[in-house]
């Protein structure tokens, strides 16, 4: 099966920071990579999906690129309410495994 | 928009059997949907169980693959979840979930998730 490996586990960054989270696949998924947000407390919601497009209502300053193994969520322009964690998830096949997650907190 | 909502027992005996439901509202279980069950051990990140297709078909997550069973409850709009021959490990905020049957697409709904605790 294929692994989903997010680094860092966890970054601290300033508000109005520029944050990139990394996912890698063990294996090429193609674009179908999808990024969740999981605020604290709270249920996750899709952010991202098909590696790039953004779901409607995210805001502009949430931006994903890559395929096939490599891939990158970035937050440009950091704001307080984008405390949570972040996950992305393979969608290709079965299993659709989750990566371990990247939280992501304000200095 | 699609809602999903989890119940069941919040505490389960070692060796027990987790029982979930998730009734649907907004849409029929019978529509071109996967209906999947993630969860999240308390502290720890999400982890994906599997899901039914409308017409039945079923994907599990590997590790999990012969201790779970879901299934679909056209008559009533939901569907299940049983995981058996739970231990400890098995304690964690269970979401059931939508994601569009239409090619290959990500969950798109979450339910507000179900806390279960495996404890004697």
């Known amino acids: 099966d294929i692994q989903m490996t997010q680094s860092p586990s966890s970054l601290s960054a300033s508000v109005g920071d520029r944050v990139t989270v990394t996912c890698r696949a063990s294996?090429?998924?193609?674009?179908?990579l999808a990024w969740y947000q999981q605020k604290p407390g709270k249920v996750p919601k899709l952010l991202i999906y098909?590696?790039?497009t953004l779901e409607s209502g995210v805001p502009s300053r949430f931006s994903g690129s890559g395929s096939g193994t490599d891939f990158t969520l970035t937050i440009n322009t950091l704001q307080p309410e984008d405390v949570a964690t972040y996950y992305c998830q393979k969608y290709n096949s079965a299993p659709f495994t989750f990566g371990g997650g990247t939280k992501v907190e304000i200095k | 928009q699609v809602q999903l909502q989890e119940s069941g027992p919040g505490l389960v005996k070692p060796s027990g059997t987790v029982s979930l439901t998730c009734a649907v509202s907004?849409?029929?279980?019978?529509?071109?949907?996967?209906w999947t069950w993630v969860r999240q051990p308390p502290g720890k990140g999400l982890e994906w169980i599997g899901e039914i297709s409308h017409s039945g078909i079923t994907n599990y997550n590997p590790s999990l693959k012969s201790r779970v069973n879901i299934s679909v409850d056209k008559s009533k709009n939901q569907f299940s979840l049983k995981l058996s021959s739970v231990t400890a490990a098995d304690t964690a905020v269970y979401y059931c979930?939508?994601?569009?049957?239409?090619?290959?697409?990500?969950?798109?709904?979450w339910g507000q998730g179900t806390l279960v605790t495996v404890s004697s």
């Open positions: 907004g849409d029929s279980i019978s529509s071109s949907n996967w």
């Open positions: 294996q090429g998924v193609n674009y179908f």
């Open positions: 098909a590696a790039s």
């Open positions: 979930a939508r994601r569009p049957g239409y090619g290959l697409s990500p969950i798109e709904d």
